[in-house]
């Protein structure tokens, strides 16, 4: 087992009892009324996603909590948090407790809401913060959409302190962006494609941690993307400042002459960036400034991918594919096991004040049971996300969640050997 959130963290050999939904015991030969057999295979803490797009309500042809919280599970994943750019937008207690009943409904995995920041994610009048977080959110943000507007951010971040939650940003300067439809560099220019500067991340973070510092509020970069930015977390979590952020594996996998073929699935915002960027993200994740591993995993059927690059809807698939890429780099020697692990569990808990993260004695028993070295060649039909959107497609992956429990239930078996 791997519990890198331990006071002493803990990788050894040995068994986990769980009893009425929780972690009762953990030692060697346990005794137990039914014995699950995972020999050789990893026992984590169930996985934490805090950058999900369920996209219902309103766009159920691309992805529903049914297909995507099954996607979810699959992954190896417990708890996600999903995003507000739904239609309706989620500014309003209705639609967080709409999402909210749904998800108990499903019954699989947990889903906590994120709350728009702004009314319909127009970045002009704040949304109903208070209502959404007595009906169930653990976050405010307008992803997809920044907060071009400091006045407007200022009185958010006081309103986030106040009801204790984080703003989590979309961080991207519009006006240095307009119009990139992928990173401005060489590769872009090469095959003719508008690019937006990396400097467009990086002067949104630095404005906002000016108004963080100024407020105190608690403040989360989403899907970061260029050195620069990680030099500016670095810094401001050196002086003290509650800033947290996360990366998404196709930013540690891929760079920008993944696009030099114009695959749409390659188009995300934040778009793929250059090698250098790439590499200071795998330096910043391996010395914990990168807090967590968040997918981004944003559905999209073939009538938004399925026209010219730089028409397209940005976003790829992220949940199914997010534990092989990084076991790859474990494997490759770049990142640590126990690196990876915290940053797909206790990161994320504490970025966002979630419950699980751990496998501590009495703590509700949601984990993952992993094969690291499980292979498949992914292919549309392997995955169980409603939209079929990853470069990753036709690739051969290695590392797998062969099961996943909530609250000491299952709710995904790989080989259906317990159904």
Not at 65 to 81: K, L, N, V, Y
Not at 181 to 210: F, W
């Amino acid at each position: 087992m791997l519990d890198p959130a331990a006071q002493r963290p803990v990788d050894q050999l040995a068994d986990v009892r769980i009893q009425q939904g929780r972690i009762v015991e953990i030692g060697r030969g346990l005794i137990a009324p039914r014995i699950i057999d995972v020999t050789d295979l990893w026992i984590v803490p169930g996985l934490i996603d805090l950058h999900v797009h369920l996209r219902e309500p309103g766009h159920e042809y691309k992805e529903d909590i049914e297909t995507g919280t099954r996607a979810a599970a699959a992954g190896g994943f417990t708890t996600i948090c999903c995003m507000p750019n739904t239609k309706p937008v989620n500014d309003q207690r209705a639609i967080t407790e709409l999402i909210v009943r749904r998800a108990q409904e499903v019954g699989l995995v947990r889903v906590r809401p994120i709350g728009a920041i702004s009314q319909g994610l127009e970045g002009k009048l704040l949304a109903e913060i208070a209502e959404m977080k007595e009906a169930g959110i653990v976050a405010i943000s307008d992803d997809g959409r920044p907060v071009m507007n400091a006045g407007l951010l200022r009185r958010a971040f006081e309103y986030a302190k106040t009801f204790d939650l984080p703003l989590v940003q979309h961080a991207e300067d519009l006006d240095l962006s307009e119009g990139g439809a992928m990173n401005e560099g060489a590769v872009a220019t090469r095959i003719g494609i508008k690019g937006q500067p990396a400097c467009a991340e990086s002067a949104m973070v630095a404005r906002d941690l000016e108004i963080v510092e100024w407020t105190g509020a608690r403040y989360h970069v989403a899907h970061v993307s260029t050195a620069r930015t990680v030099a500016l977390v670095r810094d401001a979590k050196r002086r003290g400042l509650p800033v947290t952020c996360e990366v998404t594996p196709h930013h540690l996998a891929l760079t920008d002459e993944a696009c030099s073929h114009y695959d749409t699935r390659t188009k995300v915002m934040p778009p793929l960036r250059t090698t250098a960027d790439q590499e200071a993200l795998l330096e910043a994740l391996a010395d914990g400034t990168i807090d967590a591993i968040a997918t981004d995993h944003a559905p999209h059927s073939s009538v938004e991918k399925d026209v010219e690059f730089e028409c397209a809807a940005p976003g790829m698939l992220g949940l199914e594919t997010a534990l092989p890429i990084l076991l790859d780099f474990v494997r490759m020697g770049t990142l640590d096991e126990k690196r990876v692990i915290a940053a797909f569990t206790g990161g994320p808990a504490r970025a966002f004040g979630l419950s699980g993260g751990s496998l501590a004695i009495g703590s509700v028993a949601d984990l993952t049971v992993i094969d690291p070295e499980r292979a498949m060649t992914l292919t549309p039909d392997a995955l169980l996300s409603k939209s079929k959107n990853s470069p990753f497609l036709g690739q051969k992956l290695a590392g797998r969640a062969v099961l996943t429990f909530v609250e000491g239930r299952l709710v995904y078996d790989l080989d259906g050997r317990m159904k």
